[in-house]
């Protein structure tokens, strides 16, 4: 009886031990597996995504309301629209977003001496060139030539007539050691400081009088004049 009681405890213990120790379970059992349907509708959503960007991009080159249409230009006086518009880019019908606009500033600076700043704008129709051109501009003589100045005395072109700068006050310079195009002015006696020359062309601007001024005369530096409307001399 004992031998048969111990055997049936034993037996009881290895059935209990048997039930508290967890099988073991496979690496993937209990994981979702991934829903082909799903995974196939991302796919062809970015396919259909990718797409309409492409065509899209297409779209912006091919049509007509992405294409130049009409060009406009502000802020320039002394230069016609056209002669702004014709440096700088091809005419009408050009396409907007592949327009080269550091090319067109380029070209602008190079055939239009009297400009000092650009600004391209591009809208859904047209461009708009926005112009600054320089001021108090004057014309001098050297050598029988003609030549425009900036108020640094940058030389901004050159002329073998007198009449291709009318529009511009003529002024006296000291003696000329050296003049060029694209380059400052030069003078034989090394003057370098410029100021009271500056000054007097700012002077004028500021006062409204540098419109009316004709010629100016600053050979002497503490002998600076100018004539104004032909009619007398300051």
């Not at 700088?88 to 239009?112: K, R, V």
């Not at 051109?133 to 100045?149: D, I, S």
């Not at 900036?150 to 007198?162: I, K, M, Q, T």
């Not at 000329?176 to 020359?197: P, W």
């Amino acid at each position: 009886e004992e031998n048969t009681m111990n055997q049936q405890e034993m037996t009881a213990k290895t059935v209990k031990t048997s039930q508290t120790i967890p099988t073991s379970r496979p690496p993937h059992a209990g994981k979702k597996r991934p829903n082909q349907a799903f995974l196939a509708l991302m796919r062809a959503t970015m396919l259909v995504l990718c797409g309409l960007i492409v065509l899209t991009g297409t779209l912006l080159l091919v049509l007509p309301m992405f294409r130049v249409k009409n060009i406009e230009v502000e802020g320039n006086s002394y230069y016609t629209a056209e002669q702004i518009i014709e440096p700088s880019m091809n005419a009408a019908g050009d396409e907007i977003l592949t327009l080269d606009i550091d090319s067109a500033y380029d070209q602008i600076f190079e055939q239009c001496a009297y400009v000092s700043s650009v600004k391209v704008v591009r809208y859904p129709f047209k461009v708009k060139i926005i112009v600054k051109e320089r001021e108090n501009v004057t014309v001098t003589e050297h050598n029988g030539k003609f030549y425009t100045l900036s108020d640094r005395f940058l030389v901004l072109e050159e002329s073998d007539n007198a009449e291709t700068f009318s529009a511009f006050p003529k002024v006296i310079l000291p003696e000329i050691a050296h003049l060029a195009v694209g380059e400052t002015v030069e003078f034989e006696n090394g003057e370098t400081d410029l100021t009271y020359l500056f000054d007097l062309m700012q002077s004028l601007k500021q006062s409204g009088r540098f419109d009316d001024v004709v010629s100016i005369d600053c050979a002497r530096k503490f002998g600076v004049s100018y004539v104004r409307g032909d009619r007398f001399r300051v």
